[in-house]
Protein backbone atom coordinates (compact mmCIF):
# COMPACT_ATOMS: atom_id res chain seq x y z
CA UNK A 1 0.00 0.00 0.00
CA UNK A 2 1.74 3.24 -1.06
CA UNK A 3 0.76 6.00 0.79
CA UNK A 4 2.85 8.67 -1.07
CA UNK A 5 2.63 8.60 -4.72
CA UNK A 6 4.79 10.25 -7.46
CA UNK A 7 3.28 9.58 -10.94
CA UNK A 8 5.43 11.26 -13.23
CA UNK A 9 8.61 9.52 -13.04
CA UNK A 10 10.65 12.32 -14.87
CA UNK A 11 10.25 15.54 -15.71
CA UNK A 12 11.93 17.81 -18.65
CA UNK A 13 12.01 21.43 -18.35
CA UNK A 14 13.78 24.70 -20.04
CA UNK A 15 16.26 26.65 -17.57
CA UNK A 16 14.28 29.84 -16.57
CA UNK A 17 10.87 28.25 -16.58
CA UNK A 18 8.75 26.58 -14.20
CA UNK A 19 9.46 23.37 -12.77
CA UNK A 20 5.94 21.63 -11.20
CA UNK A 21 6.28 18.04 -9.35
CA UNK A 22 3.78 16.64 -8.00
CA UNK A 23 2.65 14.35 -4.98
CA UNK A 24 -0.26 12.51 -3.71
CA UNK A 25 -1.05 10.82 -0.20
CA UNK A 26 -2.97 8.53 0.66
CA UNK A 27 -3.14 8.71 4.59
CA UNK A 28 -4.75 12.18 5.63
CA UNK A 29 -3.38 11.94 9.45
CA UNK A 30 0.15 13.21 8.23
CA UNK A 31 0.96 15.95 9.96
CA UNK A 32 4.01 17.39 8.05
CA UNK A 33 5.36 17.20 4.39
CA UNK A 34 8.60 17.63 3.07
CA UNK A 35 10.49 17.70 -0.48
CA UNK A 36 14.05 16.09 -0.57
CA UNK A 37 16.65 16.35 -3.60
CA UNK A 38 18.97 13.71 -4.10
CA UNK A 39 22.10 13.53 -6.62
CA UNK A 40 23.71 10.36 -8.10
CA UNK A 41 25.78 8.86 -5.67
CA UNK A 42 24.72 11.00 -2.74
CA UNK A 43 22.27 11.10 0.62
CA UNK A 44 19.12 12.65 -0.05
CA UNK A 45 19.11 16.49 1.00
CA UNK A 46 16.16 18.38 2.77
CA UNK A 47 15.07 20.94 0.37
CA UNK A 48 11.44 22.41 2.03
CA UNK A 49 8.65 21.21 3.84
CA UNK A 50 4.99 22.40 5.44
CA UNK A 51 2.96 21.89 7.93
CA UNK A 52 -0.49 19.96 7.49
CA UNK A 53 -2.14 23.12 8.92
CA UNK A 54 -0.79 25.60 6.15
CA UNK A 55 -1.51 25.29 2.67
CA UNK A 56 2.24 27.22 1.49
CA UNK A 57 5.37 27.61 2.34
CA UNK A 58 8.05 29.61 0.31
CA UNK A 59 12.11 29.54 0.21
CA UNK A 60 13.16 31.49 -2.20
CA UNK A 61 12.58 29.76 -5.63
CA UNK A 62 10.76 27.02 -4.25
CA UNK A 63 7.33 26.87 -3.28
CA UNK A 64 5.27 24.03 -1.68
CA UNK A 65 1.78 24.02 -1.83
CA UNK A 66 -0.77 21.49 -0.02
CA UNK A 67 -4.24 20.67 -0.53
CA UNK A 68 -5.85 18.34 2.12
CA UNK A 69 -9.01 18.33 0.48
CA UNK A 70 -7.28 16.62 -2.44
CA UNK A 71 -4.52 14.91 -0.10
CA UNK A 72 -2.57 16.81 -3.14
CA UNK A 73 1.11 18.82 -2.92
CA UNK A 74 2.94 20.35 -5.52
CA UNK A 75 6.67 21.70 -5.33
CA UNK A 76 7.20 24.86 -7.66
CA UNK A 77 10.65 25.92 -8.30
CA UNK A 78 10.68 29.33 -10.37
CA UNK A 79 12.97 29.52 -12.55
CA UNK A 80 14.12 26.68 -13.08
CA UNK A 81 17.86 26.31 -13.47
CA UNK A 82 20.51 23.48 -14.87
CA UNK A 83 21.65 22.87 -10.84
CA UNK A 84 18.20 21.88 -9.99
CA UNK A 85 18.66 18.54 -12.54
CA UNK A 86 17.81 15.77 -9.71
CA UNK A 87 15.59 12.97 -8.52
CA UNK A 88 12.92 15.12 -5.89
CA UNK A 89 11.22 13.21 -3.26
CA UNK A 90 8.22 13.61 -1.69
CA UNK A 91 8.12 12.33 1.88
CA UNK A 92 5.47 12.24 4.88
CA UNK A 93 5.40 11.89 8.54
CA UNK A 94 3.73 11.94 11.98
CA UNK A 95 4.40 14.13 15.16
CA UNK A 96 4.09 11.22 17.06
CA UNK A 97 5.29 7.77 17.21
CA UNK A 98 8.68 6.53 15.38
CA UNK A 99 8.17 9.73 13.09
CA UNK A 100 10.02 8.02 10.19
CA UNK A 101 9.32 9.64 6.55
CA UNK A 102 7.14 7.90 3.56
CA UNK A 103 8.92 8.12 0.52
CA UNK A 104 6.97 8.71 -2.53
CA UNK A 105 8.93 6.51 -5.45
CA UNK A 106 10.80 10.33 -6.75
CA UNK A 107 10.73 12.76 -9.64
CA UNK A 108 13.73 12.72 -12.05
CA UNK A 109 13.87 16.73 -12.94
CA UNK A 110 15.94 17.79 -16.04
CA UNK A 111 16.28 21.19 -16.61
CA UNK A 112 17.45 22.16 -20.15
CA UNK A 113 20.22 24.74 -20.44
CA UNK B 1 30.56 19.67 10.38
CA UNK B 2 30.14 15.95 9.77
CA UNK B 3 26.49 15.29 10.12
CA UNK B 4 25.59 11.34 9.46
CA UNK B 5 28.15 9.13 8.45
CA UNK B 6 28.40 5.88 6.52
CA UNK B 7 30.69 3.56 5.57
CA UNK B 8 31.92 1.49 3.51
CA UNK B 9 30.20 3.59 0.40
CA UNK B 10 30.59 0.09 -1.90
CA UNK B 11 30.81 -3.31 -0.84
CA UNK B 12 30.29 -6.49 -2.71
CA UNK B 13 29.22 -9.72 -1.02
CA UNK B 14 28.37 -13.34 -2.09
CA UNK B 15 25.36 -15.34 -1.22
CA UNK B 16 25.76 -16.58 2.19
CA UNK B 17 28.24 -13.59 3.42
CA UNK B 18 27.38 -11.32 6.17
CA UNK B 19 28.46 -7.68 6.91
CA UNK B 20 27.67 -4.63 9.19
CA UNK B 21 26.81 -1.07 7.70
CA UNK B 22 27.73 1.02 10.14
CA UNK B 23 26.74 4.81 10.26
CA UNK B 24 27.24 7.56 13.17
CA UNK B 25 26.28 10.19 13.50
CA UNK B 26 27.17 14.10 15.82
CA UNK B 27 24.70 15.71 15.96
CA UNK B 28 23.27 14.13 18.87
CA UNK B 29 20.30 13.05 17.47
CA UNK B 30 17.95 10.53 19.33
CA UNK B 31 16.11 9.09 16.64
CA UNK B 32 17.75 7.22 13.80
CA UNK B 33 16.76 5.48 10.80
CA UNK B 34 17.79 2.61 8.30
CA UNK B 35 16.34 2.94 4.71
CA UNK B 36 16.84 1.02 1.78
CA UNK B 37 16.49 2.38 -1.78
CA UNK B 38 15.40 0.06 -4.93
CA UNK B 39 16.08 1.25 -8.49
CA UNK B 40 13.20 3.52 -9.25
CA UNK B 41 11.72 3.41 -5.78
CA UNK B 42 11.20 5.42 -2.77
CA UNK B 43 13.47 4.57 0.28
CA UNK B 44 11.55 1.71 2.61
CA UNK B 45 11.79 1.65 6.42
CA UNK B 46 14.17 -1.33 7.71
CA UNK B 47 15.03 -0.35 11.28
CA UNK B 48 14.64 2.63 13.14
CA UNK B 49 15.36 3.39 17.07
CA UNK B 50 14.45 6.58 19.35
CA UNK B 51 16.75 6.19 21.40
CA UNK B 52 20.11 4.03 22.92
CA UNK B 53 19.00 0.33 24.19
CA UNK B 54 15.57 1.17 22.16
CA UNK B 55 15.07 -0.26 18.34
CA UNK B 56 12.28 -1.57 16.57
CA UNK B 57 11.32 -2.82 12.76
CA UNK B 58 9.82 -0.67 9.84
CA UNK B 59 8.29 -2.30 6.70
CA UNK B 60 11.26 -4.03 5.32
CA UNK B 61 13.44 -5.55 8.17
CA UNK B 62 13.17 -9.31 7.24
CA UNK B 63 17.06 -9.97 6.94
CA UNK B 64 18.87 -7.82 8.82
CA UNK B 65 19.29 -6.73 12.69
CA UNK B 66 20.36 -3.41 14.03
CA UNK B 67 21.38 -2.43 17.77
CA UNK B 68 22.25 1.14 19.62
CA UNK B 69 24.49 0.72 22.12
CA UNK B 70 25.20 4.31 21.93
CA UNK B 71 23.46 7.73 20.74
CA UNK B 72 25.99 8.41 18.00
CA UNK B 73 25.94 4.49 16.37
CA UNK B 74 23.32 2.77 14.80
CA UNK B 75 25.07 -0.28 12.65
CA UNK B 76 22.81 -2.64 10.42
CA UNK B 77 23.61 -6.47 10.35
CA UNK B 78 22.90 -8.23 7.35
CA UNK B 79 23.33 -12.30 8.50
CA UNK B 80 23.11 -13.95 4.95
CA UNK B 81 23.45 -11.75 2.35
CA UNK B 82 20.52 -12.56 -0.63
CA UNK B 83 20.21 -11.43 -4.17
CA UNK B 84 17.30 -9.16 -2.84
CA UNK B 85 19.21 -7.12 -0.71
CA UNK B 86 21.29 -5.70 -3.30
CA UNK B 87 20.51 -2.08 -2.89
CA UNK B 88 21.83 1.60 -1.75
CA UNK B 89 21.31 1.96 2.12
CA UNK B 90 20.50 5.13 3.62
CA UNK B 91 20.99 5.84 7.40
CA UNK B 92 19.27 9.26 8.92
CA UNK B 93 18.95 10.45 12.02
CA UNK B 94 16.89 13.37 13.74
CA UNK B 95 16.36 15.14 17.43
CA UNK B 96 12.80 13.20 17.29
CA UNK B 97 11.03 16.50 18.89
CA UNK B 98 8.51 16.71 16.08
CA UNK B 99 7.96 18.76 12.62
CA UNK B 100 11.23 18.24 11.22
CA UNK B 101 13.61 17.03 8.62
CA UNK B 102 15.94 14.12 8.53
CA UNK B 103 19.22 14.15 7.82
CA UNK B 104 20.79 11.45 6.07
CA UNK B 105 24.10 10.37 5.22
CA UNK B 106 25.54 9.52 1.42
CA UNK B 107 24.51 5.80 1.38
CA UNK B 108 26.24 2.70 1.04
CA UNK B 109 26.06 0.66 -2.25
CA UNK B 110 25.35 -3.10 -1.46
CA UNK B 111 25.56 -5.79 -3.89
CA UNK B 112 24.75 -9.21 -3.58
CA UNK B 113 25.89 -11.73 -5.97
Known amino acids: DQQVKQNSPSLSVQEGRISILNCDYTNSMFDYFLWYKKYPAEGPTFLIS?????DKNEDGRFTVFLNKSAKHLSLHIVPSQPGDSAVYFC????????????FGSGTRLQVQP | NAGVTQTPKFRILKIGQSMTLQCTQD?????MYWYRQDPGMGLKLIYYSVGAGITDKGEVPNGYNVSRSTTEDFPLRLELAAPSQTSVYFCASSSGTGNEKLFFGSGTQLSVL
Open chain 1, 50 to 54: ISSIK
Open chain 2, 27 to 31: MNHNY
Open chain 1, 91 to 102: AASFNTGRRALT
